[in-house]
C-alpha cells in the first residue's frame, strides 16, 4: 500500500508570473484537544482545495476546505458538532535564505508545502473559543449537575455553600455604612 502524499512541490509545477493552478489533496487531521477535551474532525468529502499562484518573488498558496467538529459541549457536556469552512493564505519566497526565520513559513521546506500541516492551522485559527452544543446552551444546573435543556431544575433550588453562611450574619448600619456583625 502506497502512502498518499499531503504535500506540494512548488518546484515540480513551473509556472509562470500569474500563472494558477488548483489541485485537490486528501488530507486527513488527527482529533484536536480544547480546554483539556478532545475533538474528532471529520474532513468534507472534497479534501483541501489547494490553488497556487506563481507572483512576484515566490508563490502565494490558498487553501480552503470543509470539516466537521464532534465532542462534547463546552456548557452542558452533550455531543456538539460544528461545520467549519477554514481558508489560509501562505507566501512562500524564491529564497527563504533571504528572509527572516519568522517571516518564512513554517509550513514550507525547500519548496515542498505541508497541505496537512497547513489545513491543521487554518482550522485551529477558525475554530470558536467555545465549541456548542447550540448557541443558547443553558449549561448544566449548579444544583444537581443535570443539563438545562429540559428546563428549570426541579431539585434542591439554590444551596448556599456553607463556607460562605457566615456572610449571612453581617448587616450594614445604614446610618453610616459601617458594617456590625451579630456576634456584637
Not at 143 to 166: I, N
Request: charged content about 25%.
Amino acid at each position: 500500500m502506497s502512502k498518499r502524499s499531503t504535500s506540494v512541490d512548488l518546484r515540480e509545477l513551473a509556472l509562470n508570473k500569474g500563472q494558477r493552478i488548483r489541485r485537490t489533496v486528501d488530507v486527513d487531521i488527527a482529533p484536536i484537544e480544547l480546554s483539556g477535551q478532545s475533538y474528532q474532525v471529520v474532513m468534507g468529502a472534497d479534501g483541501v482545495d489547494v490553488a497556487v499562484e506563481r507572483i512576484s518573488g515566490g508563490f502565494m498558496v490558498t487553501i480552503a476546505f470543509q470539516a466537521c467538529i464532534y465532542g462534547p459541549c463546552f456548557r452542558c457536556l452533550r455531543e456538539a458538532a460544528l461545520e467549519v469552512h477554514p481558508a489560509q493564505e501562505e507566501f512562500i519566497p524564491l529564497h527563504a535564505e533571504e528572509w527572516g526565520p519568522g517571516d518564512v513559513s513554517p509550513f514550507a521546506t525547500d519548496m515542498v508545502v505541508d497541505v496537512a500541516g497547513l489545513a491543521r492551522e487554518a482550522l485551529m485559527l477558525g475554530l470558536p473559543t467555545k465549541i456548542l452544543c447550540e448557541e443558547s446552551c443553558p449549561g448544566v444546573c449548579p444544583s444537581c449537575g443535570e443539563a438545562g435543556h429540559e428546563g428549570p431544575c426541579a431539585g434542591r433550588g439554590e444551596e448556599t455553600d456553607p463556607r460562605w453562611s457566615r456572610l449571612k450574619e453581617i448587616q450594614l448600619d445604614e446610618g453610616d455604612g459601617s458594617l456590625k456583625s451579630d456576634d456584637e
